[in-house]
T-cell receptor, first 109, second 111 residues
Framework: LAKTTQPISMDSYEGQEVNITCSHN???????ITWYQQFPSQGPRFIIQ???TKVTNEVASLFIPADRKSSTLSLPRVSLSDTAVYYC??????????FGKGTRLHILP | EPEVTQTPSHQVTQMGQEVILRCVPI?????FYWYRQILGQKVEFLVS????????KSEIFDDQFSVERPDGSNFTLKIRSTKLEDSAMYFC?????????FGEGSWLTVV
């Protein structure tokens, strides 16, 4: 199981772009990188997933360098409602997902 | 958008009682999971289920816990003889490929 390391907390302001980087040095060949968002008393919500290079959807972008030992979640123009805990998870099909402590993102007005 | 649904959303039970938490996974998914999150702590893996049997379980998932897929659509978590420390949010999840989708959780309070 690949262990992930991400900052415990981050602060940003409304309208800014937020980048959260996650390290996963022992990622395996069949592992995918997935980011989830969790609000208090709610289930983790899928944001974006990638294997390599860059992935973009309507809410975020995910940048993965060639060695795949890290990844960066980019949230464009954040708002107060983006205040949440963000989890970087590395997972292969036959593994169980293990959650770390995540990154507590606090958006300020 | 298909989603994992869980019932009940909240349950209060007396210590020693049995609780069944229910989940309806996304319809074409084949892998099912239960996780729990004690208030203020991280999300913890309990059990994974595939092909009508447990594929992996954590040390938390002892004889007090059991899972079942009784009718091909529901996926249940049974907690026998509940303890105060079982109070937590319980999340069901399902997966088809490389993405796991989580339900909104069942909040269990043991008093």
């Amino acid at each position: 199981l690949a262990k992930t390391t991400q900052p415990i907390s981050m602060d940003s302001y409304e309208g800014q772009e937020v980048n959260i980087t996650c390290s996963h040095n022992n990622i395996a060949t069949n592992d995918y990188i997935t980011w989830y968002q969790q609000f208090p008393s709610q289930g983790p919500r899928f944001i974006i997933q990638g294997y390599k290079t860059k992935v973009t959807n309507e809410v975020a972008s995910l940048f993965i360098p060639a060695d795949r030992k890290s990844s960066t979640l980019s949230l464009p123009r954040v708002s107060l409602s983006d205040t949440a805990v963000y989890y970087c998870l590395v997972w292969g099909r036959d593994d169980k997902i293990i959650f770390g402590k995540g990154t507590r993102l606090h958006i300020l007005p | 958008e298909p989603e994992v649904t869980q019932t009940p959303s909240h349950q209060v039970t007396q210590m020693g009682q049995e609780v069944i938490l229910r989940c309806v996974p996304i319809s074409n998914h084949l892998y099912f999971y239960w996780y729990r999150q004690i208030l203020g702590q991280k999300v913890e893996f309990l059990v994974s289920f595939y092909n009508n049997e447990i594929s992996e379980k954590s040390e938390i998932f002892d004889d007090q816990f059991s899972v079942e897929r009784p009718d091909g659509s529901n996926f249940t978590l049974k907690i026998r003889s509940t303890k105060l420390e079982d109070s937590a949010m319980y999340f069901c999840a399902s997966a088809a490929g490389n993405t796991i989708y989580f339900g909104e959780g069942s909040w269990l309070t043991v008093v």
